[in-house]
């Protein structure tokens, strides 16, 4: 079966700070990948969204970053946190190919900058 | 800019009431999802509707895509303690979209 593992799962960073969150997938092959942020009452807003290695879509203008070094590795980054970078962080996967495939989500990563 | 409206945002009610939520959008979507999300986890699929005015059942929970596939409902009979949580609409084309959620409580 399939399985996500998002790391760490708290994080509390100074503002300045580097910043790397790592998600993993297991038990599929060529998926398409997904970071998320969830503010409160902000719903889920997409970050970046890959379909391969090294393939990235960035849906918002931001500080972050986001890389696809192998085919089930996606990683978010930055180099200097905001305060405004505070959230809840959702790694996701879906199944290439059909439009109707649902989104596999991480348990995500509540990240503080203070 | 594609957006999806949910509402309420939040409800509160006692159990074994029934309840209705919203997802509305000016947009046409090819089909749309619902989730949700307990604290400190990632949403979970309920249900994916596709064709205009479909209903689908999953338990005491019924589903409903508009006519138009621009809208959505969740319609929960007989509430109890354990729906609790923020249900949030997906709306899927070339991107994923999703509404703000509502947060509901179902108090025992």
């Known amino acids: 079966s399939q399985t996500i593992h998002q790391w760490p799962a708290t994080l509390v960073q100074p503002v300045g700070s580097p910043l790397s969150l790592e998600c993993t997938v297991e038990g599929t092959s060529n998926p398409n990948l997904y970071w998320y942020r969830q503010a409160a009452g902000r719903g889920l807003q997409l970050l970046f969204y890959?379909?391969?290695?090294?393939?990235i879509s960035s849906e918002v203008p931001q500080n972050l970053s986001a890389s696809r070094p192998q085919d089930r590795q996606f990683i978010l980054s930055s180099k200097k946190l905001l305060l405004s970078d505070s959230g809840f962080y959702l790694c996701a996967w879906s199944s290439t190919g059909t439009g109707v495939s649902p989104l596999h989500f991480g348990n995500g990563t509540r990240l503080t900058v203070t | 800019t594609q957006l999806l409206e949910q509402s309420p945002q939040f409800l509160s009610i006692q159990e074994g009431e029934n309840l209705t939520v919203y997802c509305n959008s000016s947009s046409v979507f090819s089909s749309l999802q619902w989730y949700r999300q307990e604290p400190g986890e990632g949403p979970v699929l309920l249900v994916t509707v596709v064709t205009g005015g479909e209903v689908k059942k999953l338990k005491r929970l019924t589903f409903q895509f508009g006519d138009a596939r621009k809208d959505s409902s969740l319609h929960i009979t007989a509430a109890q303690p354990g729906d609790t949580g923020l249900y949030l609409c997906a709306g899927r084309d070339d991107k994923i979209i999703f509404g703000k959620g509502t947060r509901l409580h179902i108090l025992p």
């Open positions: 890959s379909v391969g290695i090294g393939q």
